[in-house]
């Protein structure tokens, strides 16, 4: 009996990435690569997990002519060793030490065996490397990438050499040139559409912030001046302004007085707030960019579509 062998390193499949757009979080394989699998190997069209039967023990390679079969309850060191990195018990478990391997297998008798409630995930990473030797016939490799929303396996099928690909002039050329070119605007139009949100709820809640805190300035001087002690500087007995005589020294003076009070009040308070409307300020600003950028700018000439000439892809050497 062969034991699997340990220390076997591993990374954790978990979904960090909510903060990217869709198109990017969980691309789907192009159409033409999916025409291909369909026409030259039409058994590995579909994931792995789409041809394993529910409860049974063995998973088979579906590819007529392949014996390759995995035991779920004994997997091979290297089909165990494959679920173990991608699935790692958590993000501190960097080294296969207990009887838990992973989130998707347990060691039993030195052995790997698929947890139940995983079969499927494990079963679609076993698979998709298992195709992976057929496939790299025709030039394709896979990439597993995470988990769907749904919990199944997210991959891809990509080239394995993309950028020769890319710049060739054949009809996969071509193909390949416009789905890249499809995806990079798909993620350019999701990006733009977020950025103007955020930048219309900015100017949204920072102008009605500004426009508060401005109401709030006047109130308070206004208050203020009301509050001043004014009352002997202007009594007149009911007589008009004009008519009111010379001001005597005493009267003078708690004017000056009250202006010098009123004077350190406004730009007292005015340096006190000065750092709320800096970033107030600053905000609305770069809103006001973000917007200009996505709807007449750089942002705007980016969600354009470039055609598929191959020079888009060639790089300097």
Not at 280 to 293: C, G, K, N, P, W
Request: glycine share 4%.
């Amino acid at each position: 009996m062969t034991s699997a062998s340990t220390p076997t390193y591993r990374v954790v499949l978990v979904n960090e990435d909510v903060h990217i757009p869709v198109h990017a979080r969980h691309p789907s394989t192009a159409p033409y690569i999916l025409h291909t699998i369909d026409n030259l190997y039409p058994a590995l069209a579909k994931r792995p997990s789409c041809t394993y039967t529910p409860y049974r023990r063995i998973w088979k390679c579906p590819h007529p002519g392949c014996s390759y079969l995995e035991d779920l309850l004994m997997l091979s060191p290297s089909a165990g060793e494959a679920v173990c990195r991608l699935a790692a018990t958590a993000l501190e478990s960097n080294l296969l030490a207990n009887e838990l391997a992973s989130e998707f297998l347990r060691l039993v008798d030195g052995k790997y065996r698929v947890r139940r409630e995983f079969v499927k995930c494990a079963v679609d990473i076993i698979g998709l490397r298992h195709y992976e030797t057929h496939l790299h016939d025709v030039g394709l490799r896979c990439f597993i990438r995470g988990q769907r929303p749904d919990g199944h396996i997210s991959f891809t099928w990509e080239h394995s050499q993309l950028e020769t690909l890319l710049l060739s002039r054949t009809v996969d050329g071509l193909h390949a040139r416009r789905h890249e070119e499809a995806m990079r605007r798909a993620i350019q139009l999701s990006l733009s559409v977020q950025a103007r949100r955020w930048a219309h709820e900015v100017r949204f809640w920072e102008l009605d912030k500004l426009v508060a805190e401005r109401r709030l300035a006047r109130e308070r001087q206004h208050k203020f001046v009301n509050e001043l002690a004014l009352e002997e500087a202007f009594a007149s007995s009911g007589r008009h302004a004009s008519a009111l005589p010379p001001l005597r020294s005493g009267q003078s003076l708690a004017i000056m007085t009250a202006g010098r009070r009123l004077h350190d009040e406004i730009y007292g308070t005015l340096a006190a707030r000065e750092d709320v409307l800096r970033t107030v300020t600053d905000r609305l600003t770069l809103a006001e960019a973000e917007i200009q950028s996505w709807e007449h700018g750089d942002g705007m000439v980016r969600t354009q579509n470039r055609g598929d000439h191959t020079d888009l892809y060639a790089h300097d050497q």
